[in-house]
């Protein structure tokens, strides 16, 4: 497995923000957002112990937890997007989304970006961006270019909408012409492995209406931004202002636990269904339902999505006065608890730099990551329990890990 940092963190346990390694030193997690109420919450460790303790089964069976689970979930959705399958990892999410939408179109299609990530299976491995699969990329996929803030597709951040749709609309037409024509648009809302650009609400409405014309569907893969970590609304899709029709879930639906979803309208699952007939021993157990359900309660009982909001504003605030204080830190964005700074040097992404920064960082104790074309860009996602002091600690300890290696 791949490790972060030169030297990897060997955890020995968590708790909120805060992780601790084998020699008992403390660290301010900046970066985990599968723990997405915090490391260890009470509640989520509660609910999946009495469900364990109580029935734990494969789903052959029918138990009242997944639909009250699908019930609460779905109800934080629109346009008709009521009906869920359970699974156990985003990247089984993405590829059942991949079929419902072959199956409903009966196209093979997928128009994704050029610097993505949607999982691991055979299917998804398709659209990532990383490593390129043995082989080469297969006929019926295209990957368009990504939205960016410092190096904007087609030139200028005014004309990227109008530059993104073009490139959508060049592989609708070569899909078509190549006799595959196009499934789906697959998409993260927050286009988080791409760096997370600044974009406004609208900006995919024309790249989304050409692929509508040409009969395909949207997936939005909600496993980053979704559960209301950007703070201005649950789901990135809202915060876009676009309506899709299927929605991926993953990482922070269970608090760690192993569960993921994929939630849809009824006729795009009946026509999933009839075409493939789906089963999953583990998705929608009983103990994922429940460890699932308790998120989602502790998620609305603690404020987290109006504590995303007010903290990560609070934090960008802060980042940008670092910002100020240092040259090689050409941008500062995010929305809600996702945010971060990209480095730049004398006119070019600054790659090595900001992977010293991620030590410099780690052996400062605070730990976080990087993200981007080129790997230049401070991510910062933690827990959702993060707080004002928190923000304080992390700003402090950047500004003084900038001075030590620039």
Same mark, same amino acid.
């Given at each position: 497995?791949?490790?972060?940092?030169r030297?990897?963190? &060997?955890?020995?346990?968590?708790?909120?923000?805060?992780?601790w390694?084998?020699?008992?030193r403390?660290?301010?997690?900046?970066?985990?957002?599968?723990? *997405?109420v915090?490391?260890?919450?009470?509640?989520?460790?509660e609910?999946?112990?009495?469900?364990?303790?109580?029935l734990?089964?494969?789903?052959?069976?029918?138990?009242?937890?997944?639909l009250d689970?699908?019930e609460?979930?779905t109800a934080?959705?629109? &346009?008709?997007l009521?009906?869920?399958?359970?699974?156990?990892?985003?990247?089984?999410?993405n590829?059942v989304a $991949?079929? #419902?939408?072959?199956?409903?179109?009966?196209?093979?299609?997928? =128009?994704?970006?050029?610097?993505?990530y949607? +999982?691991?299976?055979t299917?998804?491995?398709?659209?990532n961006?990383?490593?390129?699969p043995?082989?080469?990329?297969?006929?019926?996929?295209?990957?368009?270019?990504?939205p960016?803030?410092?190096?904007?597709?087609g030139?200028?951040?005014?004309?990227?909408?109008?530059?993104?749709?073009?490139?959508?609309?060049?592989?609708i037409?070569? $899909?078509?012409?190549?006799?595959h024509?196009?499934?789906?648009?697959?998409?993260?809302?927050?286009?988080a492995?791409?760096?997370?650009?600044?974009?406004?609400? +609208?900006?995919?409405?024309?790249a989304?209406?050409?692929?509508?014309?040409?009969?395909?569907?949207?997936?939005?893969?909600?496993?980053q931004?979704? !559960?209301?970590?950007?703070?201005?609304?649950?789901?990135?899709?809202?915060k $876009?202002?676009?309506?899709?029709?299927?929605?991926?879930l993953?990482?922070p639906?269970?608090n760690? *636990?192993p569960?993921?979803?994929?939630?849809?309208?009824?006729d795009?699952?009946? @026509? !999933?269904?009839?075409? !493939?007939?789906y089963?999953?021993?583990?998705? /929608?157990?009983?103990v994922?339902?429940?460890?699932?359900?308790?998120?989602?309660?502790? =998620?609305?009982?603690?404020?987290?999505?109006?504590?995303?909001a007010?903290?990560?504003?609070?934090?960008?605030d802060?980042l940008?006065?670092?910002?100020?204080?240092?040259?090689?830190?050409?941008?500062?964005?995010?929305?809600?608890?996702?945010? /971060?700074?990209?480095?730049?040097?004398?006119?070019?992404?600054?790659t090595?730099?900001?992977?010293? #920064?991620?030590?410099?960082?780690?052996?400062?104790?605070? $730990?976080l990551?990087s993200?981007?074309r &080129?790997?230049?860009?401070?991510?910062?996602?933690?827990p959702?329990?993060?707080?004002?002091a928190?923000?304080?600690?992390?700003?402090?300890?950047l500004d003084? @890990?900038?001075?030590?290696v620039?």
């Open positions: 497995m791949t490790t972060f940092y030297q990897p963190v &060997h955890v020995a346990r968590g708790e909120g923000v805060w992780l390694d084998t020699d008992g403390r660290y301010l997690d900046c970066y985990n957002n599968v723990p *997405h915090g490391h260890c919450h009470p509640r989520v460790v609910a999946i112990a009495g469900q364990a303790a109580t734990n089964t494969h789903t052959r069976y029918v138990h009242d937890a997944i689970y699908g609460a979930l934080k959705f629109d &346009h008709d009521d009906s869920m399958v359970m699974v156990c990892s985003g990247s089984e999410a590829d $991949l079929r #419902m939408a072959q199956a409903v179109t009966g196209k093979t299609g997928i =128009i994704g970006t050029d610097n993505t949607h +999982g691991n299976t299917a998804v491995s398709q659209l961006s990383s490593k390129t043995i082989g080469g990329y297969l006929d019926h996929v295209r990957q368009v270019p990504a960016d803030n410092m190096q904007p597709v030139g200028s951040c005014a004309g990227q909408v109008e530059a993104f749709a073009k490139g959508v609309e060049q592989a037409a070569e $899909l078509e012409a190549s006799g024509g196009v499934s789906t648009l697959i998409v993260c809302p927050y286009f492995n791409e760096g997370f650009p600044t974009l406004e609400r +609208g900006f995919l409405d024309r989304i209406a050409a692929v509508r014309k040409a009969g395909g569907l949207i997936i939005a893969d909600e496993v931004p979704g !559960f209301g970590r950007i703070g201005s609304h649950w789901w990135g899709h809202e $876009l202002g676009f309506a899709p029709d299927i929605v991926t993953g990482k639906m269970g760690g *636990h569960v993921a979803a994929v939630v849809t309208r009824p795009i699952l009946t @026509a !999933f269904q009839e075409q !493939f007939k089963f999953n021993t583990f998705g /929608g157990n009983p994922s339902a429940a460890a699932a359900m308790a998120v989602l309660q502790v =998620i609305e009982d603690e404020n987290l999505v109006q504590n995303a007010d903290v990560g504003a609070y934090a960008v802060l940008r006065q670092v910002q100020v204080q240092h040259d090689v830190i050409a941008d500062v964005r995010g929305s809600g608890l996702f945010f /971060g700074a990209e480095l730049w040097q004398d006119g070019a992404p600054a090595e730099l900001c992977a010293e #920064m991620v030590d410099a960082m780690r052996e400062r104790g605070v $730990l990551h993200v981007g &080129h790997e230049n860009t401070l991510k910062v996602r933690p959702c329990v993060f707080s004002r928190n923000a304080d600690q992390l700003a402090e300890t003084a @890990a900038m001075r030590a620039t």
